[in-house]
């Protein structure tokens, strides 16, 4: 079993920056692509961004590109997602992910699942 618990969530105004952690215990933490997931008020949960589990390639969704940067540190088993020039609508609780398949966009091919922690941008 894997625990991903994720951290750093806040109020920031729009143009502002986050770094949201994402702690993995459990298991071998190498062995996971680590994805990030947001759902806003309303919405369905969307994919974010993604790092593989050894080469550390990464994919973003075309909404953040350019201003999102997701990094692993393997040695802390933390994935962390830095988030510049923050916009209202990224607004939404944010969710790491782990997969044991294929790197993935794909919600349903991540097996474990953090608790989410709450973004706000104020305009």
């Known amino acids: 079993q894997v625990q991903l618990v994720e951290s750093g969530g806040g109020l920031v105004q729009a143009g502002g920056s986050l770094r949201l952690s994402c702690a993995v215990s459990?298991?071998?933490?190498?062995?996971?692509?680590i994805a990030w997931f947001r759902q806003a008020p309303g919405k369905g949960r969307e994919f974010v961004t993604a790092i593989s589990r050894r080469t550390s390639i990464t994919t973003y969704a075309d909404s953040v590109k350019g201003r999102f940067t997701i990094v692993r540190d393997n040695a802390k088993n933390t994935v962390y997602l830095q988030m510049n020039s923050l916009k209202p609508e990224d607004t939404a609780v944010y969710y790491c992910a782990a997969a044991e398949g294929p790197l993935t966009t794909r919600e349903y091919e991540y097996n474990f699942w953090g608790q989410g922690t709450q973004v706000t941008v104020s305009s």
């Open positions: 459990g298991r071998t933490f190498s062995t996971y692509h």
